[in-house]
């Protein structure tokens, strides 16, 4: 996170968690409390890196004693055995913090490197990834940062940054146009409207009405090259549903702006990193 | 959670989270006031139900007085377009909240739904699946219990209410022995001590020494076998590393009590459920 | 609020910072356990009424067996005199919580008198007083909520919720049109985008770049009126800088589509309202 | 704050308020990280410092590696133009804390300006202005002690730290004596207590029964002159009500030792105060 | 507690602080879900009680619905085997709550009863038992509550609600007069001032410079009659140094206001309650 | 602790009391903010340390510049008049932190002390003695080490890290060797369960079952005895009830493993400490 203030209740939070009351009870049992410890951090499979900066911060809050060095970039593809940062100093307040930065770690860094698939397989379209609201619950402004590392974009941070009005929205509002209306009326003036679309007759009455950016949900690729001709430049195009990399190249080759995944921040498996004692 | 007072700090932060300064800009613009809705939840796809219990709450602690209805249990496995509760009362909280009742949901009935699949691969061998502490930081204690109701059982909740004696202890104590001999003198006498070990040697000197539990790391089938002969119930057996579906009967096959697996806590993918309307 | 959630951490401080460690000495002292009490809150001068919602919920919060019951709609306009709600039950919590009550209940009520002032100085022009983050440190949301029900709308919750490019950020970035490009480079696609501008010169270069919204610092009038001709509905117009009563009617008509005022959330005088007991 | 301890919470809620999920965006877009700012606190108006190491805090809080240098006393008459704090160091935070920094600043000088004009409106006569509960919600011991900067004293910080009994206690007492008669009975030995009297018959009553002080409300300067001379130096004597710079040099005439005042923290005009760079 | 707001967070953070991470693991194994108990809090010895409400709460907190029923009023000598309070309810969370129910009860009792035999041992003297800072960090105001429960009277709550100039101050001001002066310069009108006093001849300057009330620290009786001679109405006089049950009879009869004790608070040996169950 | 993320929170909530809202204000009046003081903590008494590290954070927290010298470690026997700690710097924050730090540091040497007493009293007998959950509510991380300290071990820290079965438990599940069943069925593999027994037909019972611990409540000697060779080995045996100086001696005679106390912690006087400035 670029500022400390954000980030550091989410990591001490987490090593609290760890902690318990009584603390690392093997580590002050078994290691001398002088005892020095030179570890590194290292990948264990290819990916790309993200949450070195709150990784290191738990090791800095057991002990800001310790000597921390950052070999690699946040953002930076790494490769199997690449060593991402070195931590010096006393042994047990390293290995009190070591999950704790590692479950951190690998977590956002899995979170980077999904992204980093799907916009890898984008090719030479002009479409971005972006994430969704469907994040772990906690740690959303962490995995925001690891979207944009991982060279996807975002999406709205919460329910009050910016307007989506979806299915539900349009159903009890009577229609895509009043739902329309009634979100102008209320919406400052710095906030954007998004509407989802399931129909091509929707989009027309959202596009007749002005827009800032349509959600396409779950429409097959004709479908969605017939929408973003429909668009015309007039609204942001977003499509949805069914995200994989093998379905991104199409859905990109169909013209959308933006193509969003859930997948990518609720079911990213972690990069794998570990500490390595020499 | 069986204790309110427990998990209810966590739903709260999700929705603070999520509500950011302003709220549910969207749903407040858009659909009156008064509106009611009538609301399931639904799988749509199979697996293990985990968290209805804190899905729920996220709702209540909204709106008190929606009426919430649960129908099925945790722990009880789903059918795809199974309904799993309903919820009924006004409408501007049930979609307030709906995602983080979901993102809570999908992602503990994903572990629950993991930790199945692996406790199924089992057949009737005696072992079971444990987790780790490889959990999302902040969720730990919801993840543990997802883990039983997926089938699993928990390993230590954290640092400090039992000893795990890890290779890096193993070393900077100077061997298997120094190092079951300080964390023996320190330990209380409710705290149980596991070892990790990585060769039959260590294996044979931990024994010598007496030990609760031996985590085997990394061993084939092969070696596990001898190791659980060597131990002949001395102790209990844990083998780690490499668990999936796959290879979870050969491992279990070879007699280890438990088998430890930190992917259905960190990387397992959600199970897919979602807020109708009718 | 409409949300409980949000409001509520907000009361629970105000409370505890006024109750000390000891509470009310002087009521748990003077006045019976059992006495109770029949009290209306009542206004002392004509105004518009904001903040009922959380000034009810600080005698609930010391008694949730206090009758409460409103008179008034937050918005209203109030007589001098007139009830605006009724406080039936205990009398030592209703004593304890009297001042916190009225200190939130006024200062947003002022919020709230301030901006109807403005508002209704704008006449039929079509311009909207909207606020600014000049708020109080710790009542942003509720001095928002208090704005609108003045008549007024919403800017920026924070800085985080959309972008406002300031003369500062111009001269580090170089100028207009680079610092626009950076900020349309990062936004992400539901973040609008305002600049500052302090000559038509650098109007020109913004609306040649395409911007959200332009805020026309400080200009006069007649310079005002060029800018909204420039402009021509190409992007929101907003005017700041010396906004009183008495100004706001010229600027209104330059054809601005917002005045921001700093003032109704920094300077605003109370709106004043006490406890009347019979 | 004399007690970083006790400040630091509030400026850190401050920031955060600010803040939101993402942080500056803007600044974080347009600002290169390693820009430097050199940037100086000036007034813009006249009037009386207070709140500036608040106003630093925050700076320091998002980046402890500032330079921030003091120019001006908390407490000192400022001119129009004059410096009271230079900033130096990494642009980024500098901009992203300003608002916070300066939405305190602003606020406090403003409370200290309004009770120096109270107090300087007094003139020879021995009475001091003190404040009243009347205070921000969440600011209160910023602006108690912005109101002795402003050459004020403080009255209570709460219900718990001295007695005063108002109207309302007496009449559900059933009268001044009992009312008097019950707290003495209640009040530790080093807890003070005042009475609120409407009539010279009231006073009476209270000097007869032995009171530490009296607040005598809403009486015209001729009454307070008789109440005065009733007291006789047994009480101290506090006026409220009505209190203006244009009403305190009569009532300081009719020779009380007190005038309190609730316009200066609760509807006090902010002291302006701004950022500039060079 | 009068007031839920200042006790519920004492109670709640001692609940979490014994059920951890994961509750209550015995008798969630153990007791079946819906078993049911009744119960009853029994004194094992005579004694004063105190913290029956906050006691009671822990066990509301795990579960509202459980019947709790006082059988005793907090401030009531009771006998060995009394019944204090009946508990009926779900067993699990009657079971989980037991011990911190009890730890807060038989503390807060131990203090009561400690005060109370100070408190009889005055006889017909007039002299009233206070407490100290010297309390348990975390529950000062529920030792304070509970010393007023046993019959004795509060002392300051803490460092800011009343001055208490003892000899380090004075020594560091240059003497008691110096250190009276500066007291009474800063001191609101609302804010005693005591002293501590080592010698008659400090007694004599506190006197001529005017002070609410001394302290007459460690004095033998007769010195302590010869200072309530000079003092002879004029302030407070408390009495604080090798306070027993067995010197306060003689210091007592000295004359004094009051006699301060740390004991009663820092070291009084709990009061024996149990739950029983049928 | 040797962790002070664990402790600080307990040591700021202290300071936090007892400075209230507007902090030492008799220290504030009196004493120059420039005025520097050279303080030692003594012992007034002999005793056994504990809780030095958590005293030196509460002066520490208040103002990192002062000069902090430990002369004495925690667990160490300290004599009459011994020195303890010295202090140097600012004086104003040492004597606000004077009664916080004193209130910490007293209260754990008072708990270290008692379990020494009862240490020592067991003589070269095997027997440990061990603390219980009748902990100070919010303290017990640190009087579980001062047990530690003062020659004791720990015994739960909690109601989640290892079974206890009590009588109750016993009762509700329709016998000992039904609770054992429900106990090992839903223990993790590494937690350790315990059973409190009142005979020996129950003792009997549980090592037929087979138990890591028993707890032999309120057992004459000469049962203790019987118990202890029908034990022979097989589990760890804990003597409860009417544990004293006096009666230590015969019950590790016995021969018992443990002897738990919850006198060490809810009842053990404090060591008096001072603060000496020269």
New interface residues.
Partial sequence: ???R??AEP?V?????????????????????AD?E?DAAIAARQPGCLAGLDVALMAFE??DPSLELTRLCDDGARVERGQKVARIRGR???V??AE??A???L??LS?VATATRQLADAIGNHKAKI?CT?????????LE?EAVRLGGG??????????????D??V???GGVRP?LQ??K????????I?LEVDTLDQLAEALDEGI??VLLDNMDPPTLRLAVEMVAGRA?T?ASGRITRETVPTIAAAGV??ISSG?IT?????LDLG?D?D
Same sequence: chains 1, 2, 3, 4, 5, 6.
């Fill in positions: 996170m670029s500022l203030i954000l989410i001490r939070a987490a090593l609290l968690e760890d902690l318990g009351r009584a603390g690392d009870i093997t580590t002050d049992a078994v290691v001398a005892a410890i809050l057991l042994a047990r307040p290995l009190a999950r704790t590692l479950n951190l690998c977590r899995g972006v609201r469907k994040t772990t619950p906690g740690l959303r402004i925001k974009a975002n999406h709205r941070f919460g329910l009050d940054d910016a307007m989506l009005i979806k539900n929205h159903a009890m509002a739902a009634r979100a009326a209320a919406a400052g003036h710095l906030v954007k998004e800032d950016a942001i977003e702006d933006l997948w609720h079911s990213a498996p972690i500490l004692t």
